[in-house]
């Protein structure tokens, strides 16, 4: 179970979304800066886990993982997969919770699914090098403002309190911590928002470029042998000139269609489930170009 949790874990550092094929996805979902005036406490922007249940078609990434790590065929990572979810979602029926470790929880509440992320921290480069803070507010000698006397001396002390406030808030602002080890040095003026344009450009480079990679292929079924594919095909009334044969790991697939876009293959997938009852346990692979 934690193969899965881990590799789970590892392709969302890297994908938006994660479906785990019958049990849901797992999305990203960017926060933005939050200031809690109760508690005086700010947070800068983040990133937070959110879990689908509608989103369980079989996308192949999960299961092209699993083949990359232990070497083996589509259909044996795909069992391996169906496997490890079928316990996930025994368990939750039993215990009506999941602990995933080091990622969070999996709970049923109302009869629905929810995931409590806890222990896992996504990368964000909007945040970088930001940090969680307390800034309590700055109190006035005491006195609230109906109390304050309208004397012209006591209001020009004021608007320079007034002022170095503002200014101290614009500094605590500006001045991030820079950690090395177990020293904290500060900096006056760091210059975050070039390395977070960096670092945010790098990332975008860097899904830009592994989304380009890879091909989605629309996957109506598996055969052992190319002619047990050709007689599928042709029995497809209606469909068999819109079907072709892939050859995978030993396996012949029947395929639709295929695209780079993993959405596109996916709605026309949904679509084609609702006219076409062959269509109900397709599924969508990636592969590497």
Same mark, same amino acid.
């Given at each position: 179970?934690?193969?899965?949790?881990?590799?789970?874990?590892?392709?969302?550092?890297?994908?938006?979304?994660?479906?785990?094929?019958?049990?849901?996805?797992?999305?990203?979902?960017?926060?933005?800066?939050?200031?809690?005036?109760?508690?005086?406490?700010?947070?800068?922007? &983040?990133?937070?886990?959110?879990?689908?249940?509608?989103?369980?078609?079989?996308?192949?990434?999960?299961?092209?993982?699993?083949?990359?790590?232990?070497?083996?065929?589509?259909?044996?990572?795909?069992?391996?997969?169906?496997?490890?979810?079928?316990?996930?979602?025994?368990?939750?029926?039993?215990?009506?919770?999941?602990?995933? #470790?080091?990622?969070?929880?999996?709970?049923?509440?109302?009869?629905?699914?929810?995931?409590?992320?806890?222990?896992?921290?996504? #990368?964000?480069?909007?945040?970088?090098?930001?940090?969680?803070?307390?800034?309590?507010? =700055? &109190?006035?000698?005491? #006195?609230?403002?109906?109390?304050?006397?309208?004397?012209?001396?006591?209001?020009?002390?004021?608007?320079?309190?007034?002022?170095?406030?503002?200014?101290?808030?614009?500094?605590?602002?500006?001045?991030?911590?820079?950690?090395?080890?177990?020293?904290?040095?500060?900096?006056?003026?760091?210059?975050?928002?070039?390395?977070?344009? &960096?670092?945010?450009?790098?990332?975008?480079?860097?899904?830009?470029?592994?989304?380009?990679?890879?091909?989605?292929?629309?996957?109506?079924?598996?055969?052992?042998?190319?002619?047990?594919?050709?007689?599928?095909?042709?029995?497809?009334?209606? =469909?068999?000139?819109?079907?072709?044969?892939?050859?995978?790991?030993?396996?012949?697939?029947?395929?639709?269609?295929?695209?780079?876009?993993? &959405?596109?293959?996916?709605?026309? =997938?949904?679509?084609?489930?609702?006219?076409?009852?062959?269509?109900?346990?397709?599924?969508?692979?990636?592969?590497?170009?």
């Amino acid at each position: 179970m934690q193969g899965l949790i881990r590799l789970t874990i590892e392709l969302l550092n890297r994908h938006a979304c994660v479906i785990v094929p019958d049990l849901g996805g797992f999305v990203v979902n960017a926060k933005g800066a939050v200031v809690e005036r109760k508690s005086n406490r700010f947070c800068p922007p &983040s990133a937070e886990v959110v879990f689908n249940p509608h989103l369980t078609h079989n996308d192949g990434l999960l299961v092209h993982a699993f083949m990359t790590e232990g070497g083996i065929s589509f259909d044996e990572a795909n069992r391996l997969v169906a496997e490890k979810v079928k316990s996930m979602k025994q368990e939750l029926a039993l215990r009506k919770e999941f602990v995933m #470790e080091g990622f969070g929880t999996l709970v049923v509440e109302g009869g629905n699914v929810i995931f409590h992320q806890k222990g896992y921290s996504i #990368e964000n480069a909007d945040a970088f090098g930001l940090h969680e803070f307390y800034f309590p507010q =700055l &109190s006035e000698g005491g #006195e609230t403002v109906k109390d304050k006397v309208k004397a012209k001396s006591v209001k020009s002390r004021t608007g320079i309190f007034s002022g170095g406030v503002a200014a101290a808030v614009a500094l605590l602002l500006f001045c991030q911590p820079l950690r090395y080890g177990g020293r904290t040095d500060y900096a006056s003026f760091s210059p975050i928002p070039v390395v977070k344009e &960096s670092v945010k450009q790098k990332m975008e480079a860097e899904r830009k470029a592994e989304a380009e990679r890879k091909e989605y292929y629309l996957v109506v079924a598996t055969f052992e042998s190319e002619a047990e594919a050709a007689d599928f095909i042709a029995g497809a009334e209606g =469909l068999s000139d819109s079907l072709s044969t892939m050859s995978c790991d030993s396996k012949f697939m029947v395929t639709y269609s295929s695209s780079c876009n993993v &959405s596109e293959v996916s709605q026309k =997938l949904d679509s084609l489930r609702v006219s076409y009852p062959v269509f109900q346990n397709s599924f969508v692979l990636g592969l590497k170009k």
